[in-house]
């Protein structure tokens, strides 16, 4: 099992560009997180999906942030202006809700975001 | 609203003490409670799961109690080693819903 799949793992932008980060679930997992991880603010859910339609998106900060998920194998997230205060770990999970399943998440990597 | 706390934030202990790790949480209306550990720079690893209807769990060297009527999980590390320095963090899913609630985490170093 490979996991669950972020890119990039890194990237650097300017202030004003646009980000795109993103997510393979695990194979057969329907419902997929997105986190963001500050120093700060500890983790924070900014969106999630079930059966790929967004359910609950009330963590993401402001409009500039948007999630898509088109399949149950891939989704993103991205950030349009960029601004230095986004600069942080954005995490992906997944897990299978339903039955027989235990709910148990599991995250991928991270992308580590830097916005100068 | 839930809340979860751990505490303390941050442990350093001799290499081969057994350590807790405590976490409690506000709403016992609880589906599962899901231990993680978490290293500089990576993603989150899960250690154990444990379902509403389960009081521990157990995996090597760890054991994951859970006493929902007290709102209260513990990790208990057996022998701890250096490699087990990390982060490690609770979290809790409701009844209801996926949304998972996490607690701020637990920096564990573990000197030789």
């Known amino acids: 099992d490979a996991g669950v799949i972020q890119s990039p793992r890194h990237e650097v932008t300017e202030m004003g560009q646009e980000v795109t980060l993103r997510c393979k679930p695990i194979?057969?997992?329907?419902?997929l997180f997105w986190y963001r991880q500050t120093m700060m603010r500890g983790l924070e859910l900014l969106i999630y999906?079930?059966?790929?339609?967004?359910?609950?998106d009330s963590g993401m900060p402001e409009d500039r942030f948007s999630a898509k998920m088109p399949n149950a194998s891939f989704s993103t997230l991205k950030i349009q202006p960029s601004e230095p205060r986004d600069s942080a770990v954005y995490f992906c999970?997944?897990?299978?809700?339903?039955?027989?399943?235990?709910?148990?998440?599991?995250f991928g990597e991270g992308s580590r975001l830097t916005v100068l | 609203k839930q809340e979860v706390t751990q505490i303390p934030a941050a442990l350093s202990v001799p290499e081969g003490e057994n350590l807790v790790l405590n976490c409690s949480f506000t709403?016992?209306?609880?589906?599962?409670l899901q231990w993680f550990r978490q290293d500089p720079g990576k993603g989150l690893t899960s250690l154990l799961l444990?379902?509403?209807?389960?009081r521990e769990q157990t995996s090597g060297r760890l054991n994951a109690s859970l006493d929902k009527s007290s709102g209260r999980s513990t990790l208990y590390i057996a022998a701890s080693q250096p490699g087990d320095s990390a982060t490690y963090l609770c979290?809790?899913?409701?009844?209801?819903?996926?949304?998972?609630?996490f607690g701020g985490g637990t920096r564990l170093m573990v000197k030789p």
């Open positions: 444990i379902q509403s209807s389960q």
């Open positions: 709403d016992s209306a609880i589906y599962n």
């Open positions: 979290a809790v899913r409701p009844g209801a819903g996926n949304m998972l609630t």
């Open positions: 999970a997944s897990s299978y809700s339903g039955t027989g399943g235990t709910g148990e998440l599991f």
């Open positions: 194979s057969g997992h329907n419902s």
């Open positions: 999906f079930n059966n790929n339609v967004p359910i609950d």
